[in-house]
């Protein structure tokens, strides 16, 4: 039994072997005894992190692999002849009117998000404050301090259980699960409307408990559920079916119309539709063409629209669309903030300053994700944890208020900047005039955030990094105004600490996120001020190739921490030497033209090894027990035609029988049931089935020799899910899938061969 | 080469209102300065004049191409500053008064606010001018004078400096930003009812803090506790029913600094020590509980996708097998 799609036959031979965690391909001997820190790593990066929830529905939880490639069989011929003209055309509009919705729905949602949030901080800010001002002169702030924590982790812990007990995948930011997820990998329900709600309602909560953390990532989370969800006019959770749309049910329609969500996340987030656009673009940019990038604007366009609108309501001026995304940089307006040449390298420098901190804090969140990984595991203690973080937020500013610590009527800036939602207090960083802050509570509150937020992040509720990453970088950036401003003669009159703000949260957020394009056109839309352009792209530059230098974005370490066959933009360099001969998994479990029943079952419910692709093959001669390709057959495909019943025998002898279609295909996706679900008799595993209508006839196939980069590019931008190693004489001698290819990493000493673990 | 409609070119007009916000108070500042120095205001007349004249000869130059000036004027137009405009165009005598008081009244407000400004009184004392101030702006700016004459047109709008226009909101800015129409009724031509209250009660407090000024602080501190602490609850009542002026911010600034730094009567700082105690019991939880996930909670163990390869392990050996 080869390993043919998906892994399988894993061994937890954890501790005694070290080789097998990665074997230097470059370094000539096998080195059973990993060096240090880079072992550790390696060995670290492949913690199996689903194990619990596996336990009921053990094949189907795994990661799936989503299929770009169109399976061309007879019966999609068939059904292509049959649709006319008009047919096609009805297809296109209805993909337009299906982004207008996500559109619509994103909007509305992000909508939600922020009016609830307002009103919840906004009610616990006043009882906390109505506490503080009735128990300031008698004493006793200890009460209000326990007060405030307590609602802090009230809130968090409500977050906290939903998302742990009832919905793991809604942790987190969920931008790396969308970016796996436009790259090609499925991470088990991360697009069903519970994840959804859960998230909704978990990030409520988080926000309004006053963690450090921001609404802006999950909405990119939403939006790409949101566009999952109504593309396929259907809901499995609710089990309820709207007869529409039917054509979209697969993977290619399904992921353009999820990047069409994640857009209008991200331009609901941020008010920026093109960066939006350009989101979509960056991360899921192998698949991709121009009337795609227009609806994808068009859904963009329409998110921010319906936010923009249904806030204007709320805020009881109707058709004021003032108020593009769920943050708002405010307007840079005045002549002062221009910026002129010699402040270029200025900015460079900030640039590189963010680039190092964003590493540091991705090593610390690395270590930190690590730790939690290993040790707080269970649901229960990660409720704990998240509700234990939670009322330290204002703890650190605890140090404040009103009248504790300043005199009557003063009020504490340190404690402003922290009882404050993150947004405004970006704002104010931004904006506030130059002087009204002390540069030691600056400097005190970066630390204190920046700390914070990298223990935040990756907490057990659903939260995002985009806002603290900024705030830190806004306050970092306005201190370094505010020094250069001190240490350069009649300096004020250039050095506006709010100019410098902006720099700083757009080189942190850069060094965090390592976004490049996208990140530009997102801080310009949500400035509203396209001559910042050049110093924000010269910032983000700068701050990838320092972060670069160190580790990875925040995002491709989470994607990696949770062993995501994720396939990078290209090969590894300086693997041309490895072909596919070496990087195939063999022998290959193949099934005939014509394959008797009971085969075919024992093969698919054998649950070590959970292969999704077979290749059809016609035995060339008796001796070889290699067979020449004619097709390939899913996993899937083969578990509906068993449903059906669709064998050889039974249509000769019941000749009125309905014939298969296509549509039964789609009314099974995407959740095809288990082969334990699926009663075979005796008699009907001697049956025999006739593959040859619905395997595809032409799969993609490469000779041994090809090398890996070629193999990468095929996968890349096809979107390919198993390619056929074939030799000379068209005869199977292997696959390759894509955790064949992503196991390659180019690391400190050349190449480098990691393990997967199973999730 | 005119086609249309003639205007009077004011190529700055739209940016005026940019301009002014800033440019204004500077005009206020140069104001006040005029006013008090007498000697400054006299070196500047001889280098304004002379900028003026040149001004006009630069209109000339630029007449001939302007099709906007009526033709007929030009046999009007002399260097001599002193000579006249003819009837139709000079600004009638209605509106000559009309600008007088305008100034008048306007450097009575401006005195008024000067001497008002620390500690700040500016909504106390100036409201009587400046609604006198706006009487008079009304006057100009709506009203009809004798024989239907409006002088709106030839004393706002007339060039692109529009000074009067300018300077009158300049000061309807200050009144704005210091939010006295919160505390007066200019209706009335008096302050409301609440800031009257307030005053009151600011003055048992100010009465009581200098009663007991001369001997020990903390004597005063228990004495005068229930009237300060009775207006800190009226301001912070004022302040949600947003009836708050800069007059009543500032005073109450002032009593506040004075009660909590000049009498140091701000309460006793003994609670310190169980914030910092509770604080730092909250710090500890995380510590113990990553201590103890640390400790009792067992590791989970990771499983690895194992490869199946055609040959064995693609070691480097087996490679080189290969290739030789």
């Not at chain 1, 002849?81 to 729905?105: A, H, N, T």
């Not at chain 1, 009337?291 to 806030?311: D, E, G, H, K, V």
């Not at chain 2, 000074?163 to 008096?190: K, P």
């Not at chain 2, 055609?310 to 050996?317: E, L, R, T």
Request: net charge neutral; glycine share 8%.
């Amino acid at each position: 039994m080869a390993n043919i799609t998906k892994k399988v036959s894993w061994s937890s031979r954890g501790d005694e072997s070290g080789g097998g965690e990665r074997t230097p391909l470059l370094n000539g001997s096998e080195e059973l005894s990993g060096d240090g820190g880079m072992f550790h790593i390696g060995r670290l990066s492949t913690v199996d992190l689903e194990e619990d929830m596996t336990s009921d529905e053990v094949t189907f939880s795994f990661l799936s692999i989503l299929d770009y490639d169109n399976s061309e069989n007879q019966l999609f011929l068939e059904e292509e002849r049959r649709m006319s003209f008009l047919g096609f055309k009805c297809l296109e509009i209805s993909r337009w009117v299906i982004c207008g919705l996500i559109g619509f729905l994103t909007g509305l949602i992000a909508c939600c998000i922020d009016i609830a949030v307002e009103n919840l901080a906004g009610v616990k800010y006043y009882v906390v404050k109505q506490n503080i001002e009735k128990f300031t002169e008698v004493g006793g702030l200890s009460i209000s301090l326990i007060l405030w924590a307590v609602l802090n982790s009230a809130f968090v812990m409500v977050g906290a259980v939903i998302v742990a007990f009832f919905e793991p995948g809604a942790a987190g930011s969920g931008i790396p699960q969308i970016k796996c997820y436009l790259n090609g990998v499925k991470i088990p329900r991360v697009v069903r409307l519970k994840t959804l709600v859960v998230k909704v309602c978990g990030v409520i909560c988080s926000v309004a408990g006053g963690l450090a953390v921001g609404k802006e990532g999950p909405m990119i989370h939403s939006g790409a559920v949101v566009a999952a969800g109504v593309s396929q006019g259907r809901s499995t959770s609710l089990k309820k079916d709207f007869k529409i749309f039917e054509y979209f049910r697969r993977d290619t329609e399904k992921r353009d119309f999820v990047s069409a969500g994640a857009a209008a996340g991200v331009s609901a987030a941020f008010g920026a539709p093109v960066g939006g656009v350009l989101f979509s673009l960056e991360e899921g940019a192998s698949f991709w063409n121009q009337m795609l990038t227009w609806r994808i604007f068009f859904a963009s366009m329409i998110s921010t629209f319906t936010l923009n609108f249904f806030l204007s309501i709320y805020n009881n001026k109707p058709g004021d669309l003032s108020s593009p995304g769920l943050i708002n940089f405010g307007r840079f307006e005045s002549d002062s903030v221009a910026y002129n040449l010699y402040e270029i390298p200025l900015f460079i420098v900030m640039g590189a300053a963010g680039g190092l901190l964003g590493a540091l804090f991705n090593i610390l969140n690395y270590w930190l994700t690590i730790f939690r990984i290993r040790y707080v595991h269970r649901p229960c203690l990660q409720v704990m944890e998240a509700m234990l973080v939670a009322p330290l937020g204002p703890d650190q500013s605890e140090d404040y208020p009103l009248q504790l610590f300043c005199a009557d009527g003063e009020y504490n800036s340190m404690a402003t900047a922290f009882f404050n939602t993150p947004e405004r207090s970006v704002r104010s960083l931004f904006h506030n005039p130059p002087g009204s802050y002390n540069p030691l509570t600056l400097s005190l509150f970066t630390l204190t955030y920046f700390f914070l937020a990298c223990w935040t992040y990756g907490l057990t509720v659903s939260a995002g990094v985009f806002i603290p990453s900024l705030l830190i970088g806004a306050a970092w950036g306005r201190l370094f105004g505010i020094l250069l401003a001190a240490i350069t003669p009649n300096g004020s009159v250039w050095a506006v600490p709010g100019k410098y703000a902006l720099m700083g949260a757009a080189a942190q957020l850069g060094g965090i996120v390592r976004m490049t394009l996208s990140l530009t056109v997102i801080m310009v839309e949500a400035t509203g001020n396209v001559t910042y352009g050049l110093p924000i792209m010269l910032v983000l530059l700068t701050a990838k190739i320092v972060g670069d230098y160190f580790v990875e974005g925040l995002y491709d370490i989470h994607i990696k921490l949770q062993s995501v066959p994720f396939l990078h933009l290209e090969a590894p360099a300086t693997s041309h030497w490895l072909t596919a001969r070496e990087v195939m998994g063999a022998p290959v479990t193949c099934f005939n033209r014509i394959e008797k029943v009971g085969t075919i079952v024992d093969v698919l419910s054998n649950t070590s090894t959970n292969h999704n692709g077979f290749p059809v093959v016609m035995p060339v001669a008796a001796s070889d027990n290699l067979g020449k390709i004619c097709g390939l057959i899913l996993r899937s495909q083969l578990i509906v035609l068993l449903k059906h019943k669709v064998f050889v025998e039974l249509a000769r002898s019941r000749l009125t029988q309905r014939k298969l279609q296509l549509k039964d295909f789609r009314d099974a996706y995407p959740r095809f049931p288990p082969i334990q679900s699926i009663h075979v008799s005796q008699d009907e595993r001697e049956c025999m089935m006739d593959l040859t209508e619905f395997m595809n006839p032409t799969p993609y196939t490469v000779p041994q020799e090809t090398s890996l980069p070629r193999v990468f590019k095929l996968f890349r931008a096809l979107g390919l899910r198993h390619l056929v190693v074939v030799d000379s004489e068209n005869r199977v001698v292997g696959l390759v899938t894509r955790k064949d290819l992503a196991r390659y990493h180019l690391g400190k000493h050349g190449l480098e061969e990691m393990q997967l673990a199973q999730t | 080469m005119s086609f249309g409609r003639c205007f009077l070119k004011l190529p700055y007009f739209t940016n005026m209102f940019i301009v002014q916000v800033g440019a204004l108070l500077i005009a206020l500042t140069y104001y006040t300065n005029a006013q008090t120095s007498v000697v400054a205001v006299n070196t500047t007349i001889p280098g304004s004049e002379q900028s003026a004249s040149g001004l006009r000869q630069l209109a000339v130059a630029v007449v001939p191409q302007s099709s906007v000036f009526h033709p007929s004027l030009r046999s009007q137009f002399s260097l001599n500053l002193l000579s006249a405009f003819p009837e139709d165009l000079e600004v009638s005598n209605y509106c000559v008064e009309l600008l007088a008081i305008f100034g008048q009244r306007y450097s009575t407000y401006v005195n008024c606010l000067v001497s008002a400004a620390r500690p700040v009184k500016v909504c106390q004392n100036c409201y009587g001018t400046y609604g006198n101030l706006m009487e008079i702006y009304k006057n100009i700016s709506d009203q009809m004078g004798p024989g239907n004459v409006s002088c709106r047109d030839s004393l706002l709008r007339s060039d692109r400096l529009m000074l009067v226009f300018l300077l009158y909101s300049n000061l309807e800015d200050i009144w704005t930003a210091s939010e006295c129409n919160r505390c007066v009724s200019l209706r009335h031509y008096s302050l409301t009812n609440d800031t009257l209250y307030f005053m009151e009660t600011l003055n048992q407090s100010l009465s009581c803090f200098e009663k007991y000024q001369k001997g020990n602080h903390s004597e005063l501190c228990t004495e005068c506790k229930a009237t300060y602490r009775g207006l800190n609850e009226l301001y912070s009542r004022m302040e949600k029913n947003h009836t708050l002026c800069i007059d009543i911010e500032d005073s109450m600034n002032m009593t506040r600094i004075l009660w909590s730094k000049d009498f140091n009567c701000s309460f006793p700082r003994a609670e310190t020590v169980p914030v910092i105690a509770v604080s730092s019991f909250m710090l500890f939880l995380p510590i113990i509980f990553y201590l103890s996930s640390f400790l009792h909670s067992e590791q989970k163990k990771r499983k690895l996708i194992h490869p199946k390869r055609a040959k064995s392990n693609p070691s480097f050996i087996n490679i080189q097998d290969k290739f030789s």
